[in-house]
């Protein structure tokens, strides 16, 4: 039986981990990834920078060093973290259900290793899902990009512009990161266009 489960080893899993820690509370923390942080180690693309101020930007405990900017730096500093505040999450752990036991009064976690697909169950008195925001990319499934002849991709899987130069290329959406990659394309010498809902 956990005291407390954290499922997600990114900032907030790491931050929540790290305030248990101060606390002494016991805790558990799982990732299905391979690595913590895994939305800035492996999803993210070559030019990504911080967006925001570095105090909205700090994990609890250790301030965010006044170089670090960009991708490089912010997965070390991260890396630094977990190090520095003895945080050991459990990798390669794919959750598929959560249920609360009624009866025996704690959660029932289902999950499974990544690599061996061996089935396995926790158990917690608290759970805490830290699953962030970005951990599926979305394409609509639009009648009309089936007849689209060009190749579509999520922004999770774009890492520089290097292979869109002299190409005109769509990007769909005004977050920070679609700037940030409309601008990268920009200069690999591609023609970007920025695609919005609702204006500026």
Avoid at 127 to 132: C, F
Wanted: charged share 20%; net charge neutral.
């Amino acid at each position: 039986m956990e005291e407390v489960l954290i499922v997600g080893a990114g900032l907030a899993g790491l931050s929540i981990a790290a305030l248990l820690n101060l606390l002494a509370i016991p805790f558990t923390i799982i990732e299905k990834e391979d690595c913590h942080t895994s939305f800035w180690k492996i999803w993210t693309y070559d030019r990504i920078k911080l967006d925001l101020l570095r105090l909205f930007c700090s994990q609890p405990g250790v301030p965010h060093p006044t170089t670090s900017l960009q991708g490089k730096d912010i997965t070390y500093y991260q890396d630094e973290y977990e190090r520095y505040l003895k945080i050991h999450p459990i990798y390669g752990r794919k959750v598929h259900s959560v249920k609360f036991d009624e009866e025996a009064k704690h959660w029932k976690i289902e999950a499974s290793n990544t690599e061996t697909e061996e089935l396995m169950t926790y158990k917690a008195r608290f759970i805490i899902l830290a699953i962030g925001n970005n951990s599926k990319g979305l394409i609509p499934d639009l009648p009309e990009l089936k007849n689209f002849t060009g190749k579509i991709i999520h922004f999770q899987n774009y890492r520089n512009g290097a292979r869109y130069s002299g190409q005109k290329v769509l990007v769909v959406g005004r977050g920070s990161y679609m700037i940030e990659i409309a601008h990268d394309l920009s200069t690999f010498g591609a023609n970007p266009t920025i695609a919005i809902w609702n204006p500026v």
